[in-house]
């Protein structure tokens, strides 16, 4: 079992920054992928970005240039610094660790982006 707790979701201006952190804990696979999804009203959870526990890392179009993914294996902890939000980008945001066999997912934060 893997519990994953996310922090730093809010309500900023557009053009502004946040930064969401998920640490995880329990039975941790040190080969595991982690990254961060997100759920607008209405839509289906999609991709922001991943990260492997070498730091290769993945971006959906909508958000390369402007988010930014990172991880500290020795914290068990996966950080996305999002600069230059829009008004699109506000959202449920989750953190998901994928496990050797199954796959974990955050409570979800909400990220709120006015005009």
């Known amino acids: 079992q893997v519990h994953l707790v996310e922090s730093g979701g809010g309500l900023v201006q557009a053009g502004g920054s946040l930064r969401l952190s998920c640490a995880a804990s329990?039975?941790?696979?040190?080969?595991?992928?982690m990254g961060w999804y997100r759920q607008a009203p209405g839509k289906q959870r999609d991709l922001v970005a991943t990260?492997?526990?070498?730091?290769?890392?993945n971006y959906a179009d909508s958000v390369k240039g402007r988010f930014t993914i990172s991880r500290d294996n020795a914290k068990n902890t996966v950080y996305l610094q999002m600069n230059s939000l829009k008004p699109e980008d506000t959202a449920i945001f989750y953190c998901?660790?994928?496990?050797?066999?199954?796959?974990?997912w955050g409570q979800g934060t909400q990220v709120t982006v006015s005009s």
């Open positions: 990260i492997t526990s070498s730091k290769s890392t």
């Open positions: 329990g039975n941790i696979f040190r080969g595991s992928v």
């Open positions: 998901y660790y994928q496990g050797p066999i199954l796959d974990y």
